[in-house]
């Protein structure tokens, strides 16, 4: 096992700092949900599973290269790998992401209610949409949803096949029907700003339901 670099615990400990304000806002709570962050040497630093993501330290976190094979192990015994590791890496294969969060907010989960089924969300017409790389407040911004599955894992080729959907290369997010969003960015502060707008969103389009 490598001890990690200056860089590498910057980028660490930042992560850790994410995952507390994502619990604060109810995206991480109960253990669920996730996060990961590029090095410059190609690997990647993932959060565990299974445990309280508000109290998730440095030296807790896994180093993984592009495949999600484990390049060197948490000092803190009885960790395991998070199971989102190759939806991050596919994720950061196609999208070139820098960083991927996974939320199990409760407004990632009632917006994807709003596809009734269906394979998007739409949103429009909101001035947070500025927030997402790309985009304006005039777009049409179509969130792309996949069914759930019994492991995350088994959730790869869903998302695959939304990422290369045409349809939805402006999106830095997939929702996943009953279950959270995978959202992310170019690094960890564009997936913070990412998170916190997409949640926005989420929470608007699913109160103008309810209001309609």
Known sequence: MTAP???DRVVGSTMCEFLRLFYDRGWVAGTGGGICGALGDGTMLMAPTGVHKERV????????DRHASVVSAP???????????????????????????????????????????????????LEMLKGIRGCTNSDVHAVPVVDNT????????????????PEFQRV????VRHHGAYIWGEDLWE???HAEVYHFLFEAAVARARRA
């Not at 330290?57 to 993984?64: C, G, I, K, W």
């Not at 803190?76 to 890496?89: M, V």
């Not at 019994?150 to 959907?165: C, H, K, N």
């Open 5 to 7: 670099g200056s860089s």
């Open 57 to 64: 330290t440095v030296d807790d976190l896994f180093r993984v």
């Open 75 to 125: 000092k803190t015994p009885g960790l395991r790998l998070t199971e989102c590791s190759t939806i991050f890496c596919a994720i950061a294969d196609q999208r070139k992401a820098g960083s991927v969060m996974h939320s199990h907010g409760l407004s990632a989960v009632l917006a994807a209610d709003l596809a009734q089924g269906g394979d998007r969300v739409v949103i429009r017409d």
């Open 150 to 165: 019994a492991r995350e894992p088994e959730l790869v080729a869903g998302i695959r096949r939304a990422l290369d959907a």
């Open 172 to 175: 830095a997010c997939v929702l």
């Open 191 to 193: 997936v913070k700003r």
